[in-house]
């Protein structure tokens, strides 16, 4: 292979390795998925008419806030806190499982699973929607105290109790939902909490990046030769 068809190839590896680091990347971080609902739900902070909704992790946060938006990404309906759980087994398809709640009341999203992971996250509700709930189910939700910002476990007493991490709490029906395309556009909004998101994703794309970038600067010292 001449220098020049070397120097080619390194150009063309740099690209493809930034374009599907990139891809790869925005699908494992925001976990963006579908989620179908044929009745209104509740989610923190609203009421969503059934229909399809887009459920992700915001990047431009830490890995403790969801976003939910129109199926095509265009159209905020909420963003909110979601607090670290887990459980023994993955699932194989994403996954909303929702609490059982009171009489006349929609159902509530309790807790969101990704396929593959057997950490997920239940959702954090604003303090006088987590109330009503745990007053309807007999159990605790997980509430964003005010004006601190901490996450607390509102009680069916209408009492407030902290939180720890722990096993996912035992829900009632689940759904399932698909992942939606990584090029789907989505308009981030603006940061305004730490981001604490793990860097590994973009440590592996970075060494990648070098790899290709050897190969590059051996082509140019070749070709110079």
Same mark, same amino acid.
């Given at each position: 292979?001449?220098?020049?068809? *070397?120097?080619?190839?390194?150009?063309?590896?740099?690209?493809?390795?930034?374009?599907?680091?990139? &891809?790869?990347?925005?699908?494992?971080?925001?976990?963006?998925?579908?989620?179908?609902?044929?009745?209104?739900?509740?989610? @923190?902070? /609203?009421? *969503?008419?059934?229909?399809?909704?887009?459920?992700?992790?915001?990047?431009?946060?830490?890995? $403790?806030?969801?976003?939910? *938006?129109?199926? $095509?990404?265009?159209?905020?309906?909420?963003?909110?806190?979601?607090?670290? &759980?887990?459980?023994?087994?993955?699932?194989?398809?994403?996954?909303?499982?929702?609490?059982?709640?009171?009489?006349?009341? @929609?159902? !509530? &999203?309790?807790?969101?699973?990704?396929?593959?992971?057997?950490?997920?996250?239940?959702?954090?509700?604003?303090? $006088?929607?987590?109330?009503?709930?745990?007053?309807?189910?007999?159990?605790?939700?997980?509430?964003?105290?005010?004006?601190?910002?901490?996450?607390?476990?509102?009680?069916?007493?209408?009492?407030?109790?902290?939180?720890?991490?722990?096993?996912?709490?035992?829900?009632?029906?689940?759904?399932?939902?698909?992942?939606?395309?990584?090029?789907?556009?989505?308009?981030?909004?603006?940061?305004?909490?730490?981001?604490? !998101?793990?860097?590994?994703?973009? /440590?592996?794309?970075?060494?990648?990046?070098?790899?290709?970038?050897? &190969?590059?600067?051996?082509?140019?010292?070749?070709?110079?030769?």
């Amino acid at each position: 292979m001449s220098s020049k068809s *070397l120097l080619r190839v390194a150009c063309a590896a740099m690209a493809c390795l930034a374009i599907t680091a990139g &891809v790869a990347s925005a699908q494992r971080l925001d976990r963006r998925t579908y989620f179908t609902f044929n009745t209104p739900v509740a989610i @923190p902070g /609203v009421t *969503l008419p059934a229909g399809t909704y887009l459920f992700h992790l915001p990047q431009a946060y830490a890995k $403790d806030v969801a976003q939910v *938006l129109s199926q $095509d990404g265009k159209t905020a309906y909420s963003m909110f806190f979601i607090h670290p &759980v887990w459980r023994a087994e993955a699932t194989e398809k994403p996954e909303l499982e929702f609490m059982e709640t009171g009489y006349g009341m @929609p159902i !509530a &999203v309790q807790t969101w699973w990704h396929p593959g992971e057997r950490n997920g996250w239940e959702f954090v509700y604003p303090k $006088d929607q987590a109330m009503r709930l745990a007053r309807g189910i007999g159990h605790p939700v997980l509430m964003v105290e005010e004006p601190a910002g901490e996450i607390a476990a509102a009680l069916p007493t209408g009492e407030a109790a902290p939180v720890m991490e722990a096993e996912a709490p035992s829900g009632g029906e689940r759904l399932t939902g698909e992942l939606a395309p990584p090029a789907l556009p989505i308009e981030e909004p603006p940061a305004a909490l730490p981001a604490t !998101a793990s860097r590994t994703p973009l /440590v592996g794309m970075i060494g990648l990046m070098l790899i290709a970038g050897a &190969v590059l600067i051996k082509g140019l010292r070749v070709l110079r030769s």
